[in-house]
């Protein structure tokens, strides 16, 4: 199997652009195919693999406190956006029903901040559960769940047993159904092979917004 991993092994850039890839697969199935399966199957495999990325950004980058508060900015640019996909593709009125992914990436980057802090089990513990609490409170995108992805990938950090234990038990226990076949991004993130690649580090801020933005003009014309 490690041989397998060594000949196929992908960096973080191609495993990058297989979250893109399939994210945007999930929102055009969303927003247009609202009673197809597929492309919200296929989607799944997006929101762990940015988890992932997310640690390994935690863990090699230099500045985390810039990092945190990039993904705050980004998270209050995407919101409006988001809104208008949710708005059409679900008809829900409520926009503050639900918060973008960037605010439980954000969430998720702090837990990890607050908890290495102080190596105390009470402190971490009390840390999980006040963020956990913010991500329910505001309803962020795959709420809690979202969260404590984040911080399995990071306990279970050289462990790829750990993370797809971790990512089966969310999954299936706290959503089930569809969510399900989120297991199958545990395969691209075994692969990875600890290299960065090609920088594409602004990249994904834009292009999330952007690529909501330009789903609902499409979907408003048509």
């Not at 997006?46 to 990039?70: N, Q, S």
């Not at 569809?178 to 545990?186: D, G, P, T």
């Amino acid at each position: 199997m490690e041989k397998i991993r060594e000949i196929i092994g992908i960096n973080g850039f191609t495993l990058k652009w297989i979250a893109i890839i399939t994210m945007v697969i999930d929102h055009t199935g969303m927003m247009f195919f609202p009673y197809s399966s597929i492309p919200r199957i296929v989607g799944r495999m997006a929101f762990p693999i940015f988890c992932f990325l997310l640690v390994e950004g935690f863990l090699h980058t230099h500045d985390r406190k810039k990092y945190a508060l990039r993904l705050l900015l980004f998270a209050v640019v995407s919101e409006i956006p988001f809104d208008l996909a949710i708005y059409l593709s679900m008809g829900q009125t409520n926009y503050f029903a639900q918060q973008n992914v960037f605010f439980t990436l954000f969430l998720g980057l702090l837990l990890l901040i607050l908890i290495e802090r102080s190596p105390k089990v009470w402190w971490r513990m009390l840390m999980t559960v006040l963020v956990c609490l913010a991500a329910y409170f505001f309803m962020t995108d795959y709420n809690m769940m979202g969260v404590l992805l984040i911080l399995a990938f990071y306990v279970f950090q050289t462990s790829i047993l750990g993370k797809a234990a971790s990512l089966a038990f969310l999954d299936w226990g706290m959503f089930g159904g569809i969510q399900n076949f989120a297991i199958l991004s545990i395969l691209p993130i075994w692969l990875y092979n600890g290299q960065r690649g090609p920088k594409m580090k602004y990249f994904f801020y834009v292009f999330y917004p952007a690529h909501l933005l330009l789903l609902c003009i499409i979907r408003i014309f048509i």
